[in-house]
Every structure is written in structure tokens, then in C-alpha cells.
């Protein structure tokens, strides 16, 4: 993850962090980088997902995660 390797070079923790539900990675890819980051480096910041994909699985995960919120593309 380029986004994970992103994060742990700053010096100072981000805002928010928007992530897009599928990365290349996988389908849930997102919400396992927001798990991950969430575990390993204790962010507690807010976090919104995004997807194109109003189904079950996916807000789940995204609830799971611990996202903020769950938005469905497009976003005005």
C-alpha cells in the first residue's frame, strides 16, 4: 500500500484520511488499510470511505474498520 508507506513517513498524523473502498489490492482493500492503520499506529482519526458499491458486505466492512462515515460515488 503506497497510502500506508505515506502515512508512516509523515511526522505529524493527518485530518482525516478519505480511502476509496476498492484499491488494487482487492475488493475490501480499503477497509483492511483502515484496519491495519487503525491497529498497528493507533490512528483515531476520522475516516471516510468511499465506494461505488452500496451493498451489504461493503458498509460492513467499512463499519467494522471503524470509518466515520460511508459514501456512495458520486459524491457531490
Known amino acids: 500500500y503506497d497510502a ?3 502515512l508512516e ?5 493527518p485530518a482525516a484520511v ?8 482487492g475488493e475490501l482493500a480499503g ?3 483502515i484496519q491495519q ?3 498497528n499506529h493507533n490512528y483515531l482519526i476520522p475516516t ?3 465506494s461505488a458499491s452500496w451493498d451489504w458486505a461493503s458498509r460492513l ?5 471503524g470509518a466515520n462515515a460511508y459514501l456512495v460515488k458520486p459524491v457531490d
Do not use: C, F, G, N
Not at 513517513?9 to 498524523?13: D, G
Not at 478519505?18 to 489490492?25: A, G, K, Q, S
Open 4 to 6: 500506508k508507506l505515506a
Open 18 to 25: 478519505l480511502v476509496d473502498i476498492m484499491l488494487p489490492e
Open 37 to 39: 492503520l487503525r491497529h
Open 31 to 33: 477497509t483492511e488499510l
Open 61 to 65: 466492512s467499512a463499519a467494522r474498520a
Open 9 to 13: 513517513k509523515q511526522k505529524l498524523t
Open 48 to 50: 471516510i470511505v468511499i
